[in-house]
């Protein structure tokens, strides 16, 4: 007889079989590795002075990144792992190539402090993605909150952090002052993306579109494509400046929804329950229990 150390597989075990993964859940990370792509590009670009193309590839890294989540929510291909990829590139296109590109175009200059200001800027945009990913699934967030994002998110810092190179091919002239200028802008932005500044996200809107605007959509989609490829520079200063304007509105429309959320509604007031426990008299002369209840006030919704 021969005795060997394993033991032989029983033959009414089987391997596990997993379940084939629907190709819908694929197309939206076939997406996120395309932009994750042209953020690696662009470093690689940067590193090459190509900083037109470079500046082109987060561009197109920022719209993939606007469609991969929609065309998962259309296609119903959500899942945890397309979210946390989501993240990772996120983190890498519009954190690190950023910083980087700013540094082999300007930042340089500064030694020790240039490299500091585009290493805090990609940290405070992986602090930015993180704290996303933790208050997505918070249970007691008030619905109306989803039309807001938690500080400035990660794509639009990407792109407004980039304005002074805009101008500087816009024709703005290099002068002694622009790293410093430059490193100081990028400190605010990065600041912004941490913050808790309400910003408009957008993200529910342009869900549905009345029969009678569609072909003006076309036209408009179309028309701002052709003016991002013919006059790149011009666009992106014009929508980045835009964009920094319209902070504060949304923290203001951010507090009305507040305020509204906060003051009680009509008809819809609640009575607290009287106390079980006997307490001493009143300075009416009735006990508490009898005293009439007061209508209870809603907490104020942060």
């Given at each position: 007889m021969v005795f060997t150390p394993f033991e032989p597989e029983p033959p009414q075990s089987?391997?596990?079989r997993f379940r084939p993964i629907p190709v819908?859940?694929?197309v939206p990370?076939?997406?996120t590795l395309l932009a994750l792509c042209a953020g690696l590009t662009a470093i690689r670009l940067a590193v090459?002075?190509?900083l037109e193309w470079a500046l082109a590839a987060i561009v197109f890294a920022a719209l993939l990144d606007g469609i991969d989540g929609r065309v998962a929510r259309l296609l119903k291909g959500t899942s945890r792992f397309g979210a946390e990829l989501d993240s990772l590139a996120d983190f890498v296109n519009f954190g690190v190539a950023p910083g980087l590109i700013l540094y082999f175009w300007g930042l340089h200059e500064l030694g020790h402090a240039g490299w500091i200001a585009a290493m805090v800027f990609a940290i405070c945009a992986g602090l930015?993605?993180?704290?996303?990913n933790v208050m997505?699934?918070?249970?007691?967030?008030?619905?109306?909150?989803?039309?807001?994002?938690?500080?400035?998110?990660?794509?639009?810092?990407?792109?407004?952090?980039?304005?002074p190179i805009y101008l500087y091919f816009l024709g703005m002239p290099r002068v002694s002052l622009l790293a410093p200028v430059t490193l100081i802008y990028a400190l605010?932005?990065?600041?912004?993306?941490?913050?808790?500044?309400?910003?408009?996200?957008g993200k529910r809107a342009g869900k549905r579109v009345a029969p009678e605007m569609v072909l003006p959509v076309f036209v408009g989609g179309v028309l701002f494509f052709a003016l991002l490829i013919a006059y790149p520079w011009i666009v992106l200063t014009t929508g980045t400046v835009l964009y920094l304007g319209s902070l504060p509105f949304g923290a203001l429309s951010y507090r009305n929804y507040e305020r509204k959320s906060?003051?009680?509604?009509?008809?819809?007031?609640?009575?607290v329950a009287p106390s079980v426990e006997r307490e001493s008299p009143t300075a009416s002369g009735r006990p508490p229990s009898e005293q009439p209840a007061e209508p209870e006030r809603p907490a104020r919704l942060n």
């Open positions: 089987k391997r596990r819908r859940t694929l990370n076939l997406i090459e002075q190509k930015r993605l993180a704290r996303f997505i699934d918070d249970p007691n967030r008030p619905a109306w909150a989803g039309n807001f994002f938690v500080g400035m998110p990660a794509p639009g810092g990407a792109i407004t952090v980039l304005l605010a932005i990065a600041f912004l993306m941490v913050s808790r500044l309400p910003v408009f996200s906060a003051a009680p509604q009509p008809g819809t007031g609640h009575v």
